[in-house]
Every structure is written in structure tokens, then in C-alpha cells.
């Protein structure tokens, strides 16, 4: 029998399909260019919509954001490049809009007088928003409509609420179109109502309109920006008022809106493409779209999204019915009051973060710490890409879910930022002010600092390893994929961070021996203790995977052959961390001492227990290493924030530490209420900043799945274990569809009782593979394609 | 001229016979209800006469708030120079124009009528304030003439004790009353009183003291006036002590306005002491329970400062409001738009929770420049009619969070229920008809909106603005529900509780000394099954407090009691715990802060 809902012929196709896709993202585009007409485009399918997704795929609400509390409350849509978080008040609809490439800032390699980068929003730059919009209904008040429901189709990826007012149900959905480049919107009524009301489109950085459909503009650092809206009804009238479109008496409404900039992820052209005017190429999609009918439109956004949300399937058991008549965030609220599992809810939370990496990573920049969405021009951190956790983590869970197409705006931002970052780092990080520089005089590669931008520019201190992680982080890709056209892409990067790397590390002779080793030079693990420290753990560690990642990849390329044997003569020779004797601690830095602060967010001296492979609870690692960095996790403690929980959870679950792992998910449950950290009504995970004021931090939202993941499969390339970190609460009955595997396989698995009940695997590419479960062991292997059915792991 | 309507009959005798009825209704029926079915507030008992002075909510206009905003153009010769003759007169006809026919009657003049625009005092050869001649060229029997002429009420002010200004060097004679000087109404150290130490405290051991109160209240009635504020009035006007305990005044001005044979509506303001309440009810119409509702900014109003302090200082007060006498939550400012301060929602809110808690509506707006929805929120017949209706008092049926549910039992049997959501955003929140008493179904009316919604089982929940609201006519169509009592004294307790006596509580002992850790825990709950119950919770708080409920050992959910005016009081509020078939627990634990004291509580015997 096969389990599987999936047609097993249609995911074969999906499968090429991304492959094809995978390919043509190689030659990455610029973010926002001319597309296909949309009414005749090939992919515009004419397959009627697909069902609703399943009650467990939805979330729900019954009640609307407002302005005030859009990061809490708004529902996040998007098509990979634009965004908005959406109100859905019925008399008062607020888009805000946003582009990834939405950026003030620049190259920033001036360096501040300690040798650091400066970090402000002029100079280094900051995340901001592109546009506004509002669709406002005077005669929908809030105050004046019942039955308020709002939900969120993960299934289809569309967004909406719908209410009753004077016996008239009224419903709206929104979505991002990927296929069609532009948000949607779709007013609609059952029983005689009509929509009466006005549209406008605005800036956000004191642009003066002059038109309603569209406007442009350029932010002092040259970039150059525009949206348009255009809008269509069935019955009544659409006019153009002024700044204003009005609507009068319509039956039904489609807005739609697209915006872009001119930016290029080219560093040769400056990151501009100066022939691009955004404003009118705004107005060209925002036209064509509005030409399709609305059912098209959803139609084409639906099968879009269902070619990458279908390939991942999940369920951790059955939540009861108490647990589903429930809203989403009453649902949050009980969950953690009642401290009850409520696997459908678990099991959509992890769906929700694919939600956001379909909506929010394809075709342009990476996500940032706030990935695609903002509630003004002023995030937190510049809502950038921070290099020692975060930019990494917000990207563990897309292969890990099926989402590989989604990884390419990493891969594709860190080609295209190279040759800058090449640059500034041949020009700057040898400043003699600058208190992380090589001892040796020398300076080689590249190099970035903690945060970075999108015009090749870094902001605020050096970090040294944060090459060296980007590195690893983009290997993983390869790792799950086999793409040797992917490889050859990051080549380049692997090499210049080993050529950075070469020129860095230093001999020193370990005390009481005679054993010269290789260690980073003056250095600060992230974030806290010295910041003078030679050796510190999470830079030797990093780079002893980097160096192994690289000899693979000249090996598999066959370049390079002689560099590569120098780097494996490096690594070698690359001190490796040592247990303290005093804490019995992995030490952190090259000291039997705690320099930092034992409860600190970050795990970087454990950076090869999760996402790296080296520390391994299965023999292959000594034991007083795996138990010193047991130890250190313990002492780290279950009680912090999103991204630090779900981290400590994936390195639990590689410790097949079930109930520690599950601990920490149902801790990032939590509902976040006046700003403490967990997770908001809209799932978005929120970091306690200060008492009082959350702000909205991605990474957890991805970080967290991903951690999930692991719990359920572990995988290296040649290596699979089922189950390895089971909690109780999903045991009793669940499966996996389409989960990917390191070493290029896909399994499909279903379990009860704690036991895998069925497994099949399918090569994706990867030849051979164990497949573990507990002390059972197969060795499989197959063709690139082929599939195989496990049994015997249920006894 | 004096108004026909005007009954020559004393107030005060009446007065006093309806306030005893409802203190003894009052005390009578809580323990009642809860043995019988503990389900909505007990019903006032019907008055046996309605009073010739707030027999019910008075409702007007105050000058007040424009004076005391810094909202452009108001108050162009300084500070609290909108109160002038011609914009009394302005407004008054606007009021007769556009809300005397939905029962708006009252004009009233606040502080500044004797002062010129520099706050300088003018008073009579008597020591009596005098109209300035600037601000009121015409006088203020003119101006009251002006008022009755257009079929509606005339108020005055004054603040409490003897204004520095009308001492005189002691010298001042006291009208009408031979050989009284002013000396010898006041203490010889010249002690000061009043929320501004503005006045001397007036003695009333000497006999010449109430001639000069007499004084005060004859000119008023000579002049026409049917309504009196006195402020700064103590214990209360943030302040306390002997020398700001105005008791002795109030009941002076009782006497006075009784000898003048004028019914003379006596309204005290500002924050009055819950703890003399009994006070205010023997000698006034009416008192305001917190501070000017007035934001003394660029706007009349503010949510913040203070409208929003209402929704958890109103509900101690509750059961004191009746007719005779009642609690004001201060001027109703919601129609005039952008100059109010407030949202939409905030409007509909401060509207809805003044009309269900009976305040006085007294509108302190420019009311020559309504806009349609604040005219409509002032107009409303069915709120104003909820308002002057003879249902109790709304008082919280849930306990005091961010969204909390108000309701009132009407003598017809419908329920008068008000959703809230206080929080900074939007959010559902939910009437539980148990917490009502009933169960399974009820037809709803919304108020606001003229729409009838038909039946609801168990509940309404509707999505809120931030601070919005609902209103609901609620009629029952259900059965009731039948509850099953549990002492918190036989309940497990651990930490610093103790066992308290406490006379109003159920068999006389409550849980007290609830505070870091302390907690009780009420065994043997018996359910018939699982779900979400609304246990009604007997507790005695002087100030507002939260308390961690939870069952089972479970996690706890916090939620915030009003306070319940002082620790002899008793309220309840419904707080919803899910319990499971059978036997729980159910704990109110401090956590690590101070908890209400817990008297009781009541589970429905089923969902």
C-alpha cells in the first residue's frame, strides 16, 4: 500500500521541474525584470482551483492587525522578491510593502577609528520599506461586522478574512503571484452586497504622489524604486480620483499591485542595472495582471506555490477536538497553559515556516532577520543579514523541507557580493587599527563582518569565521542536492575563504608539548568574552569543516589539486577543542576556564554538534568530547529566546535528547504577549528586545522546523537514521513525505509507537546510503530516480 | 423665573429612604444569588419614588473640558478663557437645538465665572463669588435666564471652604447673618482646604459658618441655578487628612440648598474617597469617582489620560449608583472627532461604558461642531435609554484584562452586555453566557449598530479594534445553569496564606495573605466533563490585583480583579478554567505579587 497522498508519477515530475529550475537560477537574473505576458504565459494552468487546504494546514484568527500591531498581527504574504504584511481590517485594509532589495546604504569601507565598520542606516544601510497600501471601506467598520474570521491557507499559500455585515458574508483574499509578479487582492460577496470605498498607493520614505497608480522614486543612495496598483470590478465603478482610485458599488474587486527597484545583484554595476526604470515596469505587471481574471490569477499563484509547498508533507499525530475549535492563538495560549502537545498546531507551525521561505526566498535576496516583512523604516539591526547564526539558520530548514529551490538566494547574494566583499577585505582588514587582523601581515580571500548588506558593504566588527560558516552553510545545499553545476558556482567562495584562512592561522606550540598546531588569530566568540582570544573554539572547528568541504569539492571538480593538498596539510594541523578539566565543559576558548557568560544565546563552540557533523553521540567521536559538549549544552539551559532555543533543540536532537529537543519547541510556542519572547498571534517568532518591546526575529520561524526535522531524521552524505530523536508526543502515529536527505536521497516515512512502519527512500542522486533506526541498520543503494521500500524497522 | 416642573418638595427625606432600600437590597441579595444560582448582578430593587433630583444619570454639558484644553484656538485670552458668557449661551442653544430632545437638560458653568482672564478672584461685600463683569457682562441670573428660556438647566460651581480671596482680613460680614464675619467661620490658624489649598477650612462648630453657606446657596437660587458642582472636595481631590475632610461642608451645602426650597442638584467632584461613600450618598446627587477625565492637552481628551482608568475604577463603585445619587465618571467627550483625542473605537467605548455604568452624560464637546458620529454616539436612543433605564449599574462579569466582558441584569430579563478591548490591538473577545447564568441559546441585539443578530448558542465573540467595544441587548432563550459552591477557607493552602474572618463573605472567612507564593487550592471540583468552565470567583481586593488561576496543577493564567473598593467589600467576576471530567483542583496562586483575597467560588455543575 502506498501511503503516500502524492501521486508517485507527480512527484517525479515536480522533481525535474525543480531540477530545471535549480538550473535557470544559476544564471541568477536581475531581482526585477520584464516577465513573460502574463495572459498567455505557459505555466498559466487551466486546471480548475485546487480544495482548500486540509482544516490542519489552516490557520485562523478572529481577529484583524491594525496599523499598530501589523509584526503581531499582520499576515505576511509574498512572491519570493516583494512582501507585505496585511491588515485584513475590513474597513480598513493596510498592505505594507516591501521589495528584499529595498535598501538604503552602501559599500560602508570607510572604517571607523577601532578599524570596525560603521553601522548605521545611512552608511551601512538598513532593510526599509517600498509602499503602502490602503483599500479602506467606510461602510465595513469593524464595529460594524460580525462573525470576523481570518485565515491562512498554508495549503495554497493565499490569505484572507471574511466577516458578515447586514446578512452579507464578504470575503477577501490576498497572495503574492511568483508566476505573475504582483500581490493580489480579491474582494468578494454572497448576497447582494457591494464594496464601496477607495485605494490608495504610497511611499513610505516622503515620496510626493502625484498619480494613483503608481509612483517612483530614489533613495540617496541612488536606488531607484516604484509600485503601481492597478484595480478591476465586477459591477460598479473604479475612477481615478486625484492620489486616489475610488470604487462604487462593486460586486467584486481585484487590486493589484506590484513594485520593484533597480537594484542588480552585480557588483561590477555598482548593484544597480541603470536601464531599469522600476516605476514603469511596476505599471506594465501591475497592468497585465489586471487583465487576467481573478480566477486565473489564483489559479496560476496556487500551482506555482503547490510545485514547492507539496513536496514536504508532515503529520505528528492527531490533535483533539477541544485543541481544534480553537483559533490559532487561543490554540498558542492553551498549548502552553495546559502544557499539552498539540501535534496538528506543531506540525503547521513547521508548515508556516515554509509558508515563509516560499513567500520570502526565490528569485532575489536572502532573508534577513526579518526575512521579507517590516512595519516600518526602522528594524532592528537593519533587519540585515547577521553572519553568526542568523543568515544560517533562517536557511538549515529549506532542504531540510523540501524547499532546495528556495536555497539559491543564499548561494546566488554571497556570489554576488564576493567580488566586493574580495575587495574590502584586501583593502581593510589589514588596517592596523583594526584589532582582528592577521598577525602575519597577510592578508588573503575574503572576509565579512557580523552583519552584512546587499551592496558588498559589512557593518560593524570583523568576523573572521563568519566566511568560513557562510561556507559550510552553502556546502549543506550541496550536500542535499548533488549539483555539481551548484558547486561550481560556490567554488569561488569555498576557496577564497580558505585563501583567507591560509593567510590567518597561526603556529603556535601547544603548552607542555612540542606539538605545533594551527589556530585562529585574535578573535571574539560570538557574542561575549574575550575579544582578544587566539583559538577560539567555533573559528577552529568551522574552518576545520570549511577545509574539509573544500579538498571534496576540488576532488569532485578536479580542480585545484595541489592547493587542495595544501589545505589538507592545514587542517591537519588545526588545533581541535579540548574538554576543561575545571567545568568539564568543550571548551570554548583555548582556556580550562568560562571567559563568557554560561547561559549565553550562542552555541558557536558548538557549531559541530549542529549544523556540523563532527561531534557524533554514535562512537565515531570520543566519548569525553561528546560529553563535555553535552555538558556545555546543558549549561547553556533550556530558558532563552527563538533562534537560541531552536538551535539548542537541533543540537538536543542530535544528542537524541527527544524530550530536551521537544522542551525547546514548545518554549518558541510560547505566545509572546506584551513583547515577551515566543511566538505572536501570527506565528511570527518575537525576540523580548527590552521589557515591553518584542521585535520580530525570523530566524526562529525557520530555525525551529528545522530543528523538528532533525529530531525526525538525521542525515549525513552515505548516512539516514529514522527517528532518532522521537519526542512522546508526536510517537504515537505520524509520517514524513518527501523529507530530503543528506547524500542525495528523499524519504518518505511513517511511524507508530515510537517505530517507523514504513520507509521508502528515492534517490535523488545519491548512490548509497545506511538507513538506521535505533540498532537496525540497512545499507541500500540505487540508481538516481529509483526508490525502495524498508521494512523490518517496526520490530 | 422658577420652572413649573420644578417640585417644591424636599429632595432629602426621599433620598434617604431610597438609599437604605438599596444598601440593604445590596447587602441582602449578594448572598442570596450566589445561594440560590450566583448569576448576574442582583437587580437594584425597585426605588419607591423616583427623587425630584437625579432620579436618574443627569445629562448636559460641562465648560469645563474646552477650558481646560490647550486644542488651538479654545481658550484665546489664556488659559481657561473658553468660559465667557457668549460661548455659554453659544452652546446652549446648540444643546436645545440639537440634544434636548434625546434628554440633555443641564448647562452647566465651570470654574473661572468670578475670575477675570488672569485667574483673578472677584467676590461680594459678603464674601460671595461675583460674577466677572468681563466674562459675564450680563450676570449669572442673566445667563440662567437665557438657559430656562430654552427649556433647559442652569449649573454653577464653586470650589469647597472659603476662598482666600472672600476672607477679607475676617472682616467680611456673612450675609443675612447678623454680626458674622468671616473671621468666624474659619479656624484661627487659618488652616487651608480643597484639592488646591485655594480656601480656608470653614468650622462649622460656629453657628455663622452655615449663614455663609446659606449665603452662597440663596444667591444661587435667587439667581436661578438647578445645579451645583462643588470641587476640590476631600477626602478625596488627592487629598486627605482633617484639615481636607469636606464632610462637614457637603452636609452644609445638603442644609443650604434644602433651606432655599430649590431643588439644586449637588454634584462633588474630583477622585472622592470610596471609603466615605456613604457620605456623598446622604448628602449629594451625585459624585465623581476619579480624576478629570481631561487630558490638559492639545485635545480634550486622551485614552491614556485618563478615559482609560475608568474601565478599572468604576466597578467598586457600582453597587452605590442609584437613584438620588450617582457615580460619575466625568464629562462624555466623543463628538467632536479629531479635538476629542480619540479613535472611532475609543469614542464608541468611552460612550458604551459611561451608558451602561450609569454615569451622568454630561458632554464637556463644542456642540456646535458635532461631527455625524459623535452625534450619533451622544444620540443614541437605545443607549441613552440603557442609561436612564431602571436596571442596575454594569458591573465586569469577567475579571479585568485586557478584554473583559460588562453586564447588567434588566428588570425585563434581558441582559445588557458590553464587550471591551482595552489592548493596543485588535482582538476577539468573547460574551460566555454563563457567565450570565445561562446556558445554550439567547437572541442578541447590537445596540450600536440597530441589528438584531438573532440566536447565539453559548456565547458571541466579535473581532475588536484596539480599545473598542460592543453592545449587546442579550435575550436569554436558554435554561439556567446551576452552580455548586466551594469555600476557599476549606480549600489547601500553602505559603504566607492564612484564613481571615471577613464579615461579608460567605460563611463569614476568606482566604487572605495571598502574596509572593501564597496560594489556595480548591479541591474536589466535580465536573461531568471535560471543557471550559466559567467559575464565578468571590474575592475582596482594595485595589486592583491579579492572581495565577489554574487546575489540576496545570499552568496558570493570570487574570486582573478590580478592585472591590476596600477589604470589606465582596465582588465576583467569572474567570474561565478548563477542567476535566471528574475531580480537580482549582489554585489562585500570587505568584510573585500581591493577589486579591479569595472568598468563594461557583462551578457550574454542567458546560
Known sequence: MNPSPHDPSRRGVLSLATTAGLTA????????????????????????????????????????????????????????????????????ELLLITDATMWTGGLNDTLDQDGQFPYGRADFGSFTLLARLTVDLPDHDLGSVHDYRRTLDLAQGVAGCSYVRSGVTYRREMYASHPDDVIVLHFTQSGGGRHTGSITLTGTHGEKPDSAESFGAALPNGLRYGAAVQARATGGKVTVQGTRIDFAGCQELTVVVCAGTNYAPDAGAGFRDASLDPERLARTKARAAAAVPADALRRTHVADYRALYGRFGLSLGTSTAGQRALDTWERLHARARDDEPDPELEAAYLQFGRYLMISGSRDSLPLGLQGLWLDGNDPDWMGDYHTDINIQMNYWMADRTGLSACFDALADYCLAQLPAWTDVTRRRFGDPRNRFRNTSGRTAGWAVAFSTNPYGGSGWWWHPAGNAWLCTTLWEHYEYTGSREYLKKIYPLLKGACEFWEARLLPVTLPGTSKEVLVDDHDWSPEHGPQDARGITYAQEVVWTLFGHYCTAAAALGRDTRYADTVAALRRKLYLPEVSPTTGWLQEWMSPDNLGETEHRHLSPLINLFPGDRIRPDGSTPKDVV?????????????NFGWANAWRGACWA???????????????????????????????????????????????????PAAMVEMLLYSRPGHIELLPALPDAWAAAGHLEGVPARGGFEVDLRWRDGRPTHVTVRSVGGRTTTVAHGSTTRQITLRPGASVTLKGFGR | MRSSSYSALPARALRALVVLALTAGVTAAVPAARAETAAAPPAAPAAPAAPAVAAKPYMGWTSWTMQSSKYPGLNPKGDYSYLSEANVLKQTDAMAAKLKKYGYEYVNIDAGWWMDWSWTSHFDEYGRQKADPVRFPSGMKAVADHIHAKGLKAGIYLPVGLEKGAYGDGKNPIWNAGGCTTADIVYDDLRTTNGWDSAYKIDFSDPCAQKYIDSQARMFADWGYDFLKLDGVGPGSFKSGDNYDNVPDVAAWHQAIEATGRPIHLELSWSLDYGHIADWKKYSNGWRIDTDVECYCNTLVSWENSVDDRWDDAPAWTAHAGPGGWNDLDSLNVGNGEMDGLTKAERQSYATLWAIAKSPLFTGDDLTRLDSYGLKLLTDREVIAINQSDAPPAEPVTASDAQQVWAAKNPDGTYTVALFNLADAPAAVTADWAALGFKGRASVRDVWNKENLGNRTGGITEALPAHGSRLFTVTPRGTRLAWTAHEAEAG????????????ACSDGHKVGNLYSGGKVTVEDVVVPSSGTYQVEVAYVSGDPRSVLVSANGGGGTSHRF???????????????????????????????????????IDVPTSL
Not at chain 1, 627 to 639: D, F
Request: hydrophobic fraction near 35%; charge should be negative.
Open chain 1, 627 to 639: 560529553a563535555g559538549a553535552t555538558a556545555l549544552l546543558t549549561a547553556r539551559g533550556m530558558e
Open chain 1, 654 to 704: 542530535r544528542l537524541k535528547n527527544a524530550e530536551n529537543a521537544y522542551r525547546l519547541i514548545a518554549n518558541n510556542l510560547r505566545p509572546s504577549t506584551d513583547g515577551r519572547n515566543g511566538t505572536a498571534s501570527n506565528l511570527f517568532d518575537i525576540y523580548e528586545a527590552e521589557r515591553g518591546r518584542g521585535i520580530f526575529q525570523i530566524d526562529a520561524n525557520f530555525g525551529t
Open chain 1, 25 to 92: 537560477a544559476l544564471g541568477a537574473l536581475p531581482a526585477f525584470t520584464a516577465s513573460a505576458a502574463p495572459a498567455d504565459r505557459p505555466d498559466r494552468t487551466t486546471e480548475s482551483p485546487l480544495p482548500a487546504g486540509a482544516a490542519r494546514e489552516q490557520l485562523w484568527w478572529r481577529a484583524p492587525g491594525d496599523e499598530g500591531s501589523l509584526i503581531e498581527q499582520g499576515l505576511p504574504v509574498g512572491n519570493g522578491r516583494i512582501g507585505a504584511l496585511a491588515s485584513n481590517d475590513p474597513g480598513h
Open chain 2, 562 to 600: 478590580a478592585s472591590t473598593g476596600d477589604w470589606g467589600t465582596v465582588g465576583s467576576v467569572y474567570v474561565p478554567v478548563k477542567l476535566k471530567a471528574g475531580t480537580n483542583t482549582i489554585t489562585f496562586d500570587s505568584g510573585t505579587g500581591y493577589a486579591p483575597d479569595i472568598d468563594r
Open chain 2, 492 to 503: 489547601t493552602l500553602a505559603g504566607n496564606a492564612v484564613v481571615a474572618g471577613c464579615s
